[in-house]
């Protein structure tokens, strides 16, 4: 199954244990397939360097390389119009749509809101675990 996971997921999976952990543990057992675009890339590392100085035993360079090599990387168009009230947040909604993925996970509210927009279903972390890594031996 492919998925687009959004920044605040992607950094607590790495950083805590919790349902975001068991969907990165899922991605690096190759469980699930995580697309990403230039732009997501690129938030994942800029929160992630912001929070290395909190967190000195985490080793984000192994990780963020991993993700860089091994991820569905997809060159993706903005949305001709804005969707999310957050416009930022659209590009997690392009990024599905261009690589084929029918799952968004986050918690922000702003694309929890327009889950279900062409197709695209915007789950939180517990409920894609619960839904989905649990079927296939979580």
């Known amino acids: 199954m492919k998925i687009v996971v959004d920044t605040n997921v992607i950094i607590s999976g790495i950083f805590f244990t ?12 190759r469980r699930v397939q995580l697309c990403l675009s230039a732009e997501i ?4 590392v800029d929160v992630a360097e912001r929070l290395a100085a ?18 569905d990387l997809r060159e ?11 416009a930022d947040d659209d590009k997690f909604l392009a990024c599905a749509l261009a690589g084929g ?16 927009f062409r197709g695209v279903e915007v789950m939180r972390p517990r409920a894609f675990v619960d839904t ?6 979580e």
């Open 18 to 29: 919790s349902a975001p952990y068991q969907i990165v543990r899922a991605w690096q057992e």
């Open 41 to 44: 890339l690129q938030e994942y």
């Open 54 to 71: 909190d967190f000195p035993t985490v080793d984000l360079t192994a990780i963020l390389s991993l993700l860089a090599a091994e991820a």
């Open 76 to 86: 993706v168009s903005p949305l001709p119009e804005p969707v999310c009230v957050d």
């Open 101 to 116: 993925a029918h799952v968004v996970v986050s918690g922000d509210r702003h694309l929890l809101a327009v889950s279900g």
């Open 132 to 137: 989905h890594l649990r079927r296939v031996g």
